[in-house]
């Protein structure tokens, strides 16, 4: 056996997807960092060990524009590229691989933490050092940092330095919470064992186990629905131990979970039910139990279902979720109820640092499934790309309170400022702050562009191709239409024409449907593309105007106008409805069009860049989770996204639009809320060779040490497809492929800087061998992976380096 000791800046123990992105972000800030991590791979529940799937924000496509971004971003649009088809071990080399990426990180696999030291009295511990062995090695190691981060979920370590905890449903009446207990109790989410099945082509008996669980002596056959085709997550309601303590019964429970896998199989294999099941076999079941709860602790702000409900804008919020508020029934499998009661919110909601740190523990933060919520809001913020963004945020806060010898608490209260400049500048999970970083000298820039699409439509041409015929397109602008390239490419303004793609369609108005779209700097009427009545007189159709409550949410919450427009028989024919709306700022709308059987909207094959097609739910419609029933009265539920994907009706706005210019690329949001916050340029005639340029131009020369560029690999796509979801594309086609970033010299030529070649990534940070004195930095792109137009949410520009060089995105 042997004894060592270590020292690191910051101790972040737990390898699941928190613990992970806490230890990237922690070191790409230039901290040492040691990731310790009791089983052989990273990822948690996550791996392939495991093999939950990793769902968030997006709700499984619910939430509009909700995808994360930052490390947990990074994770999922690298595994779709290397791994389309959600192989688990595949997932499992993504992961180490993001972790091996980051020189500043020493990672300890097979290391289970058992001991901590801890000093203080209980109102005011300081954690010193925490010990654990490494497994197969006999290797004893004490671990040494300035802050720890408990990631391990089931909260051990912070249960060792003396941390405040609970465990257990708090009683309704302390937090005001309708779906908590009258009375307190111990009840907790139970723990699943999963399994996958393989056809193999020809017949395969199965001889079930001794211990198999015989279940027509449960109430599984009459409350649950076993299926063929189902594998992995369709089975997460395999649920038990709620009733027990998860962690000291874990044996006792997984031995349960065991034998209903093999009972449920020995069912679907030998019951004679399944006929289709003869030449299936089992290729994988679990051996680990995923834990869903135990130990939350608490911090400064306590979350809780009406901070979730309400999306309280915390001003300490430091991501994102959107997962519904999702309990379960303490008896798990074996309850008579449903095996989920869920709860969405009409868009995502916010999470404050408060939640993320001991409140008696001075250096100790927490991210996953044990931060500092009540029962009924873990629920909502238990699933694994959300704990991936708390580990990201914890990380950070964690390293800025190294490096300004910080608490936790003071930079809770005290220098919020630079945690969310932090956060921004590494294109982190969080939603509703703009760039106010002083550094970026893009604010202070003069943003200029090639082109910008200044006009929201959706034509269907005659040709199935875009319509030639634009009202208002290319029409030279004042604001760059000098040719500094001396190649003909003035600056110009371009139309949001979007071709049709597959053809265009009738869609019959048997639903209400609507139109997300941005406001900026007004809306005064919207055309329509309806097909009319076969025959007899013609129609009335009614349009309205909402909006949608908050700049996070995409469905109608507040009616602001209401017009009918009438349509002629035949057609399809352009009808026009006034809805004039002059907002203050710039916001989406949802033009809603009522059900009126007998019309069609014209439905094409290709989206228009900002604007998404909704339909309202309709009797026979699939549910949003299969085999959850739904609660009644959840708009975000009522109005779906998901079957229109990369769609939208014909359409033509006005006036112009400025949603789309050069300067929403410079110190505003970098992503879409409330508009698409994004520089797009004009409809590109061939992606592959896009000639487009954006511009930041100063008035007194700038010394430039480091350029950022946060690109649109369109947030709104769900990419979870370690179950049963498929994403067509290895990389999103809005992200940019070839660009150059380039400085104008003193003589008014263009020197490049950087060139990169199949960029695959959204955040790219391009460190420069030496500053580089320049008045103008041009970013050119010069293809896309297929869009039609070149996205850029944000082009930057720093005097001094950013955290320390390192990750997949830096160059």
């Given at each position: 056996m042997r004894e060592e000791h270590v020292e690191h800046d910051i101790t972040v123990v737990g390898g699941g997807l928190a613990g992970t992105c806490a230890a990237i972000a922690a070191a790409r800030l230039g901290l040492r960092v040691a990731l310790v991590q009791n089983r052989p791979v990273l990822g948690g529940n996550a791996s392939s060990e495991v093999r939950v799937w990793v769902c968030g924000a997006t709700a499984h496509g619910v939430h509009r524009f909700a995808r994360e971004t930052g490390i947990m971003g990074e994770l999922y649009t690298e595994n779709q590229y290397r791994n389309p088809e959600g192989n688990p071990y595949y997932w499992d080399q993504v992961v180490l691989d993001a972790v091996l990426a980051e020189p500043l990180i020493d990672l300890y696999l097979d290391t289970d933490v058992r001991e901590a030291e801890a000093s203080g009295p209980p109102g005011d511990r300081t954690v010193r050092s925490c010990t654990g062995w490494m497994t197969g090695s006999e290797r004893r190691i004490t671990f040494r940092a300035r802050q720890f981060l408990d990631c391990t979920g089931d909260g051990l370590l912070g249960a060792l330095a003396g941390a405040r905890h609970r465990v257990g449903r708090e009683a309704r009446a302390e937090y005001d919470e309708p779906w908590a207990p009258e009375e307190a109790d111990g009840a907790l989410l139970g723990s699943t064992l999963?399994?996958?099945?393989?056809?193999?082509?020809?017949?395969?008996?199965?001889?079930?186990?001794?211990?198999?669980?015989?279940?027509?002596?449960?109430?599984?056959?009459?409350?649950?629905?076993?299926?063929?085709?189902?594998?992995?997550?369709?089975?997460?309601?395999?649920?038990?131990?709620?009733?027990?303590?998860?962690?000291?019964?874990?044996?006792?429970?997984?031995?349960?979970?065991r034998a209903v896998v093999a009972g449920v199989w020995d069912h679907i294999k030998n019951s004679g039910e399944f006929p289709d099941a003869a030449s299936l076999t089992l290729e994988w079941t679990g051996a680990v139990p995923g834990k869903r709860e135990y130990r939350r602790f608490l911090g400064d702000h306590v979350l809780t279902q009406r901070d979730i409900l309400a999306q309280r804008p915390f001003p300490d919020r430091v991501a994102f979720g959107g997962w519904s508020i999702d309990l379960h029934p303490v008896e798990g499998m074996y309850a008579e109820e449903p095996g989920a009661r869920q709860r969405h919110t009409d868009g995502v909601f916010h999470i404050?640092?408060?939640?993320?740190?001991?409140?008696?523990?001075?250096?100790?933060?927490?991210?996953?499934?044990?931060?500092?919520?009540?029962?009924?809001?873990?629920?909502?913020?238990?699933?694994?790309?959300?704990?991936?963004?708390?580990?990201?945020?914890?990380?950070?806060?964690?390293?800025?309170?190294?490096?300004?010898?910080?608490?936790?608490?003071?930079?809770?209260?005290?220098?919020?400022?630079?945690?969310?400049?932090?956060?921004?500048?590494?294109?982190?999970?969080?939603?509703?702050?703009?760039?106010?970083?002083?550094?970026?000298?893009?604010?202070?820039?003069?943003?200029?562009?090639?082109?910008?699409?200044?006009?929201?439509?959706?034509?269907?041409?005659?040709?199935?191709?875009?319509?030639?015929?634009?009202?208002?397109?290319?029409?030279?602008?004042?604001?760059?239409?000098?040719?500094?390239?001396?190649?003909?490419?003035?600056?110009?303004?371009a139309d949001a024409t979007a071709s049709p793609g597959a053809g265009a369609e009738p869609y019959p108005l048997t639903r209400d449907v609507g139109l997300l779209l941005p406001v900026d700097p007004a809306l005064d009427a919207i055309d329509l593309h309806v097909h009319g009545p076969a025959s007899g007189p013609a129609r009335e159709l009614t349009v309205e105007l909402w909006g949608t409550g908050r700049p996070e949410n995409a469905v109608p919450a507040t009616h602001l106008a209401t017009t009918t427009v009438r349509v002629p028989p035949g057609g399809p024919h352009w009808v026009t409805a006034a809805l004039p709306h002059h907002p203050a700022a710039p916001e989406n709308v949802v033009v809603l069009v009522r059900a009126c059987p007998g019309l069609a909207l014209t439905l094409l094959g290709e989206r228009?860049?900002?604007?998404?097609?909704?339909?309202?739910?309709?009797?026979?419609?699939?549910?949003?989770?299969?085999?959850?029933?739904?609660?009644?009265?959840?708009?975000?539920?009522?109005?779906?996204?998901?079957?229109?994907?990369?769609?939208?009706?014909?359409?033509?706005?006005?006036?112009?639009?400025?949603?789309?210019?050069?300067?929403?690329?410079?110190?505003?949001?970098?992503?879409?809320?409330?508009?698409?916050?994004?520089?797009?340029?004009?409809?590109?005639?061939?992606?592959?060779?896009?000639?487009?340029?954006?511009?930041?131009?100063?008035?007194?020369?700038?010394?430039?040490?480091?350029?950022?560029?946060?690109?649109?690999?369109?947030?709104?796509?769900?990419?979870?497809?370690?179950?049963?979801?498929?994403?067509?594309?290895?990389?999103?086609?809005?992200?940019?492929?070839?660009?150059?970033?380039?400085?104008?010299?003193?003589?008014?030529?263009?020197?490049?800087?950087?060139?990169?070649?199949?960029?695959?990534?959204?955040?790219?940070?391009?460190?420069?061998?030496?500053?580089?004195?320049?008045?103008?930095?041009?970013?050119?792109?010069?293809?896309?992976?297929?869009?039609?137009?070149?996205?850029?949410?944000?082009?930057?520009?720093?005097?001094?380096?950013?955290?320390?060089?390192?990750?997949?995105?830096?160059?």
């Open positions: 999963l399994f996958h099945t393989k056809d193999l082509g020809h017949p395969v008996k199965y001889v079930a186990p001794a211990y198999a669980k015989d279940l027509s002596t449960t109430p599984l056959l009459r409350n649950r629905v076993l299926r063929t085709g189902d594998n992995g997550c369709d089975y997460w309601w395999i649920e038990w131990g709620g009733a027990l303590d998860t962690v000291h019964d874990n044996a006792r429970i997984r031995d349960e979970l404050p640092l408060r939640s993320l740190y001991s409140a008696n523990v001075r250096n100790l933060f927490f991210a996953g499934r044990n931060i500092s919520a009540s029962h009924v809001a873990f629920g909502a913020t238990r699933v694994m790309a959300t704990c991936a963004t708390l580990g990201e945020a914890a990380g950070t806060a964690a390293a800025l309170c190294v490096r300004e010898r910080l608490t936790p608490r003071e930079l809770a209260h005290d220098h919020l400022g630079l945690l969310r400049r932090a956060l921004l500048r590494q294109d982190a999970s969080v939603l509703g702050l703009a760039d106010e970083d002083p550094a970026n000298l893009a604010r202070a820039a003069r943003v200029t562009a090639s082109s910008y699409q200044n006009a929201l439509r959706a034509e269907p041409g005659r040709d199935g191709s875009a319509d030639p015929e634009t009202d208002g397109s290319a029409d030279p602008g004042t604001d760059g239409s000098a040719d500094p390239d001396g190649d003909g490419s003035a600056a110009h303004r228009t860049d900002g604007v998404l097609a909704l339909r309202r739910r309709a009797e026979g419609d699939p549910a949003v989770n299969h085999d959850i029933p739904e609660e009644a009265a959840q708009p975000v539920l009522e109005w779906e996204a998901r079957a229109l994907r990369r769609r939208s009706f014909a359409f033509r706005a006005r006036p112009a639009t400025r949603a789309f210019a050069p300067e929403r690329a410079a110190g505003g949001h970098q992503r879409p809320y409330g508009g698409p916050n994004l520089w797009s340029s004009a409809r590109l005639a061939d992606p592959a060779h896009a000639g487009e340029w954006l511009e930041l131009e100063w008035a007194r020369e700038q010394d430039i040490a480091e350029v950022r560029l946060v690109l649109d690999d369109d947030v709104d796509e769900y990419l979870n497809n370690l179950h049963r979801h498929r994403t067509p594309f290895a990389v999103m086609p809005e992200l940019l492929r070839d660009y150059r970033v380039q400085a104008r010299a003193a003589d008014g030529s263009w020197r490049t800087l950087v060139t990169v070649r199949d960029n695959r990534r959204r955040h790219r940070v391009h460190h420069l061998p030496a500053p580089v004195r320049t008045r103008a930095l041009r970013l050119r792109v010069d293809a896309t992976h297929g869009a039609p137009h070149a996205h850029v949410h944000a082009f930057k520009a720093f005097a001094e380096r950013g955290g320390a060089p390192g990750g997949p995105g830096t160059v």
